[in-house]
T-cell receptor
Framework: KQEVTQIPAALSVPEGENLVLNCSFT??????LQWFRQDPGKGLTSLLL?????REQTSGRLNASLDKSSGRSTLYIAASQPGDSATYLC??????????FGAGTRLFVKA | EAQVTQNPRYLITVTGKKLTVTCSQN?????MSWYRQDPGLGLRQIYYSMNVEVTDKGDVPEGYKVSRKEKRNFPLILESPSPNQTSLYFC????????????FGPGTRLTVT
């Protein structure tokens, strides 16, 4: 059964710092992996989608990488800002399109 | 505006009283899915649907029913709600015949007393 783990569970950094969030999964037979952010009391906002055949995706200050063989994905956030404070979730979808979420990393960027 | 809508957004009900949470998308997406989010347990998939009349179980389907009679709608039915189904529910949809980027609705907060 697929298990998705996100490390760290929480992270506090000063504004301007570059940071890396980690997502690991136990079954490498995935269809895709998606990163989301969730603000307190709000819904999910899609950040990046990586198909299983891709190695990375970039959007603005965000870069997500995927190493399927080792069961890992990282979300790199450059030059962090207070507005980046949120919970970041990774979701792994299987070949049958079932989706498993990690527990998330709660990020706080201090001004 | 392209969006996933859910109704109601908030619902308080009593044990055993059947209810339906509606989900609708206006993007002509094939894939739709329901999730629940609970403190300490995160987001868990309840059911998903790859197309009309095609549904499959997620990780926590017990106590829920779904139907997909039209492409745009994917209602979640709780035939006999119990307090352990108190949760925040999200509907999502995705384009294409294969699974792509998932777009989420605003959520429905359900309380069962």
């Amino acid at each position: 059964k697929q298990e998705v783990t996100q490390i760290p569970a929480a992270l506090s950094v000063p504004e301007g710092e570059n940071l890396v969030l980690n997502c690991s999964f136990t079954d490498s037979a995935i269809y895709n992996l998606q990163w989301f952010r969730q603000d307190p009391g709000k819904g999910l906002t899609s950040l990046l989608l990586i198909q299983s055949s891709q190695r990375e995706q970039t959007s603005g200050r965000l870069n997500a990488s995927l190493d399927k063989s080792s069961g890992r994905s990282t979300l790199y956030i450059a030059a962090s800002q207070p507005g980046d404070s949120a919970t970041y979730l990774c979701a792994v979808s299987s070949l049958t399109f079932k989706t498993i979420f990690g527990a998330g990393t709660r990020l706080f960027v201090k001004a | 505006e392209a969006q996933v809508t859910q109704n109601p957004r908030y619902l308080i009900t009593v044990t055993g009283k059947k209810l339906t949470v509606t989900c609708s998308q206006n993007m002509n997406h094939e894939y739709m899915s329901w999730y629940r989010q609970d403190p300490g347990l995160g987001l868990r998939q309840i059911y998903y649907s790859m197309n009309v009349e095609v549904t499959d179980k997620g990780d926590v389907p017990e106590g829920y029913k779904v139907s997909r009679k039209e492409k745009r709608n994917f209602p979640l039915i709780l035939e006999s709600p119990s307090p352990n189904q108190t949760s925040l529910y999200f509907c999502a949809s995705s384009a294409g015949t294969d699974l792509g980027e998932q777009y989420f609705g605003p959520g429905t907060r359900l309380t069962v007393t």
